[in-house]
């Protein structure tokens, strides 16, 4: 009997042993897949590249504290972004750009970078960098030719972040178009443009900016711009020579013709 009671005691601790694996196993995997899933989140103001930020970010939730608008949230388990790590939808609570900037100075590691959203040592919510607006053209209905303006009235920094361009509707010969254009110089992707939209789905909506911008790199640049060539001071020259033909224009078409006979 006791020898059975041992052998059922084995089985046990074994399957135990098992099951217990396979949950941690479980775990980890649903961990890594929302650790993955995080390409389109908007961080909060100041916040570090999104690598450096993770790296950084010790999951703490004071700067969800801090935000008074409760526009900041913590990823939970089910969110597909990485947990604890604070973000925000503007299409639910957009940031509503506090001058004091409160979720930034709480940041007890520098994820939020302070330095980064000020002016000559002084907080500046206008240099945060929080993601960039994209309009959606084709179901902009300032596009269509229906006067709208909603985006631009919303924008905290009127006539710079996002400005009105007119343009004669040639439908109708008497109307003018009013499409919204927004400037990555001044966009701090706050999202109160997203939340203003008047469509179903918003047809503006802020995405991370390395998402929504592409990269010139060094083979381009602006001649009639000084500040753009800083961009390329470091640039190295990469010559490329391709030896020159010395058939005749006749000879060299006779020799691509040989292989059709």
Avoid at 100 to 117: K, M, N
Avoid at 159 to 183: D, F, S
Wanted: with cysteine; proline share 6%; hydrophobic share 35%.
């Amino acid at each position: 009997m006791e020898q059975e009671s041992s052998r059922r005691r084995f089985i046990l601790d074994m399957a135990r042993g098992i099951g217990l694996a396979a949950l941690g196993g479980f775990v980890w995997s649903a961990y890594v897949d929302e650790a993955k899933a995080s390409s389109l989140l908007l961080r909060p103001p100041g916040a570090l590249q999104e690598d450096d930020f993770l790296r950084t970010c010790i999951k703490c939730g004071l700067c969800v504290e801090a935000c008074p608008y409760d526009t900041l949230m913590l990823a939970k388990p089910g969110d597909h972004k990485p947990i604890g790590t604070p973000y925000f939808v503007p299409t639910n609570i957009p940031c509503y750009m506090c001058t004091d900037i409160p979720c930034v100075p709480v940041c007890p590691t520098g994820a939020l970078d302070q330095e980064s959203v000020s002016s000559d040592g002084v907080l500046d919510i206008n240099k945060a960098q929080m993601g960039l607006a994209v309009v959606d053209k084709e179901n902009c209905i300032a596009f269509w030719g229906i006067q709208c303006d909603a985006c631009y009235r919303a924008c905290p920094l009127l006539g710079e972040a996002i400005t009105i361009e007119y343009q004669k509707n040639e439908r109708t010969g008497k109307h003018a178009y009013l499409k919204p254009a927004v400037h990555s110089d001044s966009c701090t992707g706050c999202g109160l443009c997203e939340k203003a939209c008047v469509t179903q789905k918003p047809a503006i909506f802020v995405l991370p900016r390395e998402i929504a911008q592409g990269e010139v790199g060094d083979h381009y640049i602006k001649g009639w711009d000084k500040a753009d060539e800083k961009r390329v001071q470091n640039a190295k020259a990469i010559k490329t020579e391709t030896q020159i033909n010395k058939k005749s224009a006749i000879d060299s078409l006779n020799s691509d013709l040989e292989g059709l006979y």
